[in-house]
Every structure is written in structure tokens, then in C-alpha cells.
């Protein structure tokens, strides 16, 4: 049905005159599906437009601009708002010495190195197109937080979520092998008695009284035998 192209009222096919506001009908009106169509593409490109801007404005406070330095050896890497953070085989390094930016967020402003016995758990929040996503590790007295100006947290942008959840795999892997082997029992290490020390032994007690001549003999007979 189509709708007139001055008040948008809907008019019967065919009509010359719109009802309600008179307006003529001389060429084709546009329709509801036109309109609706219309009304979503501007919606997404307002929506589009904000999200590029989110982007520079992220990708400027995190100082992507900036040519950043993947440390020697590091196994995973990831810049972020309050630092960059590396990933070694023993041991992570946060560096929030980068910008005055990443000082300020971090609320450290230095190089740290933490090694994974001192890490209690690790949290990971996803990054999405509208939200950053989170890595934190907690460590023993101090108390996880979900906000900036915590010197164990890093917020990184959505392309570096890959990174981020190769990052939460191992070092979750590398706290759940050090609980593993805090929790294994310890191995009795059992040492074999000689046959003459058992001989000897054996002496003791019967000078004793607490074995007979005829146990003695016993005794002594089995040690000479496993000489």
C-alpha cells in the first residue's frame, strides 16, 4: 500500500489525493518497506560512524600509534591500555612505563615481573565491538578488580583477542601444573637393610631378652644366606 510523500498517511491504490492532508498523488509514493529501509540505513551508519570513532580513540589511547617493541623471547604479546603485557616460559612482565597514559591507568608506572608460582588465578572478559576486553591475575593478598589503576589488570582492544585467549590458556595451564604438583603426595624413600645389620640388630635383642637363643639362630641363618 502505498503511503503519501508529505504526512506519510497510507492511501488507497489509485487515489489522486491524499485524505488527510490533500496532498496530490501525481507520481509514485513511496511505500512502508522504502521507509523502514530508509530509517534502518541511517541507524546503521550512525551506529557505524560511533564505532569508528570508538576505534581511533582507542586505538590512540592505547598508543597504537606508536611503533611498540615486542620484548626478546616473549611467547605472547599484547598492548594495552594501562601496559603492555609479555608472556615468557617462566615468568609474565607487565611494562606501564610506555605514556603518561598508560602510567596513569595503571596507577604502577614501572616494569614488573611476576613469576607463575605468585599467580592465584587468571580472568579474561572478552572484547566485543562496543566493550574491551580484560586480562587480571590475582595474586596472593590483594584482591581481584574489574577497574583501571590495578597494576595486575590489562584492557586490550578487540583485535587482540586471539592473543588474549592463547594468553589465558597457558598461563591457566602453567597455575593448574604447579597446584597439580604442590597437591602430589611426597615418595617414601625406603633404604634396604643389609643382611649384617639385621644380624647385628638381631644380637642386640637377644643380649636383650626379647628374642630366644633359637630365634637368634633363626635370624642369623637367613642373614648368612642373603650374603
Known sequence: MPFCPNCGNEIDDGSKFCPNCGNPMDGPAPTGNVQQSSG??????LKKGGL????KMDNYAHGEHREIQRPEGCLYFMNGLQGTLAIFEDYIEFDFSGSAMKKYMSGFGGVKKVYYHQINSIQKRDATDI????I???LPGMAASAFSQNENLITFLPKYQDEANKIY???NNKILEINQAKTQPSQVVQTEV???AKL??????LDMGVITQEEFDEIKAKCLADL
Open 52 to 55: 569508528d570513532l570508538k576505534k
Open 40 to 45: 534502518g540505513s541511517l541507524f546503521n551508519d
Open 194 to 196: 643389609s643382611p649384617m
Open 200 to 205: 647385628k640388630e638381631a644380637k642386640e635383642l
Open 136 to 138: 587480571e591475575f590475582e
Open 131 to 134: 566493550v574491551n576486553g580484560t
Open 169 to 171: 590458556d597457558f598461563v
